[in-house]
């Protein structure tokens, strides 16, 4: 990438060069602010609802993204952008070239621009969808730290630095500090930060010394700190004699009463100046009253050569990620700035037409980009092929490296889902060309989620190599750290474990080089990670992880390590597959079906695998097996769900006037057996469905025109002539978690699952306790069938 890279650090007195990045700052802050006002003040409405943006949080970086992309930015670096920047952003990517005109007019609008940068949804270049506030900057962490890896595993990469500018109030955000305390994202010199640092948030002027203490945090977590505080022109009257008593001034003010003394009049700001310390009348006598606002105002992060300068020494500091505080005024060049209720603050068309005219914008080319013949063409053109056209493309690589089957794995007749898991990358790990894909991670819970076996075989990465003082100790886990290393073990944060495997899931598109993120997490806590997991849904990317052990199966444990809405996420999330399964073969099955997932960058999908310790006997599988064949059965288990205990298996004891389904799922599928077997002895026709993957039911149903009979897809699981036969579900969640199972036919259902706080007991206990044992299952049963008789 180096030899790709323009040359790009000029000296602040390069009077061009600053000229002609004035220029294009000045176009954006009215692109921007234009964008906004046209969505809501001249496209039609016809609802009348607030549209919304924000212009003053626009306008804020808007010298911050001037430099970063006209001056700094090279191929392969990535940027994520605070979320109510995004006008910004597209404004220069239709500078550059990469956006159509007509978008620009389509702000918050359907199919149009989004409110916040999405990286699926809208249709410029985004390397990282913003809009939960805090994951904007702990998101190139990751993807930093997945450069790191992808470099050291497959050497060649496509990124370089990964940059994140975010909105001082964005550290405020538990996650924030979750990732920066995080020993895995030490000495990442390839992550930069960048903070607005404006000083007010969404409802507040943030208080001053808080500045200060952030700085000393980064420092004392290894960071190196830099600082864009005061631009040329304060610079210049610091430097006068008696020039350090304004500096002291501004640097003692309160952040309310600096915001405040941006908005008056310069005759008053001057008196207000000098009423307490009348030392500042000379310094400031040589200032028009006309400007002396904008001096005040005139803060590092507004002045383009200070910048330059602060960057460039920032971009060639070695072996530390780097933070930048850029003071400035949030609605910068506004007549709303530094209003402390500018947050959501529109310009009016009388403010709008004034700006027009300051910004030397004719009327009827408010849309206008430069003249290619321009210095500010000409920079524009270079930078979007330096930025484009010489990006090197991802490496995609064939699923056919994934086995249909594991070979040489073998399992006992008792054996948990759990286990098997653990088993299967242990199997996995023998499969080199494979193997070399997949990164696991574990927020500190490796060997009680079974990773032991893989650890030990493909060792734990560390950008340094470190001494295992441990030797040759007897332990189930030999932790052996260092580049090659292929498993992330992280501190106690479902957070952080979801960010991670998002974005090293996202790494052919981020750093160039596909890897396949596997995590482990205690089921329960992954309602912790529940924001991180959706976020990286929402950006698009593909991994798998395992939430175990799940549900009050886990018995002893008691409520607070007991699962129950989890299964109810799994199935509702977008774009997540979520999969429960009982037998060792379905755990084969699906976690191949998720490698493969991995695999299709345009349509895969994240996959969730809801796994248990309980032990299962595996030969309740056997009849199915038989009846179906591996195939048939392995098919059945991918679209969702298969018929475990078909009631025509049972004998002539059975009448097929009285018939019923038991649908569930999991650890309670030998429940279901075994009362099924009890209902069959009652002369009962009873059927077990195993649900595999109640998503992918509710996604084929869902997919049906609503008019329509429900498809004969379901022939497999329900068969026709059973379809107004009531149905039980139960399942070792919340209850309604497959309890629309009775809505595909319209039958009388009874949802029976865990819907109150656990407890500790065994689980023969907390299942009489929940109602989701053989005889509630048996007793639910026989209440459906008098009500259908009745």
Not at 138 to 148: E, W
Not at 529 to 538: E, F, H, V
Request: charged share 20%; proline share 5%; aromatic share 8%.
């Amino acid at each position: 990438m180096e030899t790709l890279a323009r040359q790009v650090f000029v000296s602040p007195t390069d009077t061009k060069t600053l000229e002609t990045l004035e220029s294009i700052q000045r176009r954006l802050l009215w692109l921007a602010t234009y964008m906004i006002h046209y969505a809501n003040h001249i496209r039609p409405n016809p609802d009348g609802t607030k549209v919304g943006g924000h212009q003053a949080s626009s306008a804020s970086v808007v010298s911050i993204l001037t430099a970063l992309y006209f001056h700094f930015l090279q191929p392969g670096d990535r940027i994520s952008i605070k979320p109510h920047a995004s006008p910004v952003l597209h404004a220069i990517q239709y500078l550059l070239g990469q956006l159509p005109r007509e978008y620009l007019m389509t702000l918050r609008a359907y199919k149009g621009l989004q409110a916040y940068p999405s990286r699926t949804k809208d249709p410029d270049r985004v390397d990282f969808s913003t809009g939960s506030v805090g994951f904007g900057a702990v998101a190139p962490v990751f993807a930093a730290l997945a450069h790191k890896y992808a470099s050291a595993h497959f050497g060649a990469v496509t990124s370089r630095h990964f940059i994140a500018l975010v909105g001082d109030a964005e550290l405020d955000e538990g996650n924030v500090w979750e990732a920066v305390l995080d020993e895995s994202t030490e000495k990442l010199d390839n992550l930069f930060w960048i903070v607005d640092l404006n000083r007010q948030s969404l409802d507040r002027v943030v208080p001053g010394i808080r500045a200060a203490r952030l700085k000393h945090l980064f420092l004392d977590h290894g960071w190196r700190v830099f600082e864009a505080k005061y631009g040329r022109r304060l610079q210049e009257l610091f430097a006068q004699p008696g020039g350090e008593a304004l500096r002291r001034c501004i640097d003692e003010m309160s952040n309310e009463e600096y915001q405040s003394l941006l908005r008056i009049p310069g005759d008053q700001l001057r008196r207000r100046l000098a009423q307490n310390n009348p030392a500042l009348e000379s310094i400031i006598q040589n200032v028009p009253d006309e400007e002396l606002g904008s001096v005040l105002a005139n803060l590092g992060g507004h002045d383009l050569a200070v910048l330059i300068d602060v960057f460039g020494q920032a971009m060639q500091s070695h072996g530390h990620p780097v933070i930048i505080f850029c003071y400035t005024v949030k609605g910068w060049g506004l007549p709303i700035a530094g209003d402390p209720l500018n947050h959501s603050k529109l310009l009016s068309a009388e403010q709008i037409e004034s700006l027009r005219e300051q910004l030397g914008i004719a009327p009827g080319s408010e849309w206008d980009i430069f003249d290619e013949n321009s210095n500010e063409g000409q920079l524009c053109k270079e930078v979007a092929h330096s930025l484009y056209t010489l990006a090197e493309p991802a490496r995609d690589l064939a699923p056919t490296i994934v086995p249909e089957s594991l070979p040489g794995v073998s399992y006992d007749n008792l054996i948990s889902s759990q286990e098997t898991f653990g088993r299967l990358l242990y199997r996995i790990a023998e499969i080199p060309e494979l193997c070399q894909r997949i990164v696991t991670s574990s927020p500190d819970v490796s060997i009680s989620t079974n990773l032991a076996g893989w650890i030990n075989k493909v060792g734990a990465f560390k950008l340094a190599e470190v001494t295992d003082y441990e030797g040759d100790a007897q332990r189930l886990l030999k932790w052996s750290w260092g580049l090659k290393g292929q498993h992330i073990e992280l501190g106690i944060s479902e957070m952080n474990l979801f960010v991670l495997l998002g974005m090293f899931g996202l790494a052919a598109e981020l750093c160039g080089q596909l890897t396949i993120p596997i995590g482990t997490v205690y089921d329960p806590f992954v309602c912790r990670g529940l924001d991180a997991l959706i976020y990286a849904l929402y950006s698009g990317s593909k991994f798998i992880f395992a939430g175990t052990p799940s549900g009050i199966s886990l018995a002893p444990e008691g409520g607070a390590h007991q699962s129950s809405i989890t299964s109810s996420i799994g199935v509702e999330l977008p774009r997540l597959q979520m999969y429960e399964p009982c037998f060792a073969r379905e755990v084969e099955w699906v976690l191949l079906e998720a490698i493969r997932e991995c695999f299709d960058r345009k349509h895969g999908r994240a996959s969730y695998l809801r796994l248990t310790t309980k032990p299962i006997d595996q030969r309740l599988l056997d009849p199915v097996l038989h009846r179906l064949g591996e195939t048939r059965l392995r098919q059945q288990v991918l679209a969702g769900g298969y018929r475990l205990r078909d009631w025509h298996d049972a004998g002539p004891q059975v009448d097929n006037r009285y018939i019923v389904q038991i649908a569930t799922s999991g650890a309670l599928i030998p429940e279901a057996c075994t009362a099924a077997a009890m209902l069959w002895e009652e002369g009962v026709a009873a059927n077990v469905l195993n649900i595999t993957g109640a998503r992918r039911l509710f996604e084929t149903w869902r997919a049906q025109h609503p008019l329509a009979f429900p498809t004969p897809l379901f022939d497999w699981l329900i068969l026709p002539s059973e379809r107004r036969a009531p149905i039980v579900t139960v399942q070792d969640a919340s209850s309604h978690s497959i309890a629309w199972l009775g809505s595909i036919f319209g039958v009388p259902g009874c949802a029976l699952g865990v819907d109150a706080f656990g407890q500790s007991g065994t689980r023969d206990d907390l299942y009489r306790h929940y109602q989701v044992d053989a005889q509630s299952i048996v007793s639910a049963a026989f209440s459906l069938l008098d009500v259908t008789l009745a």
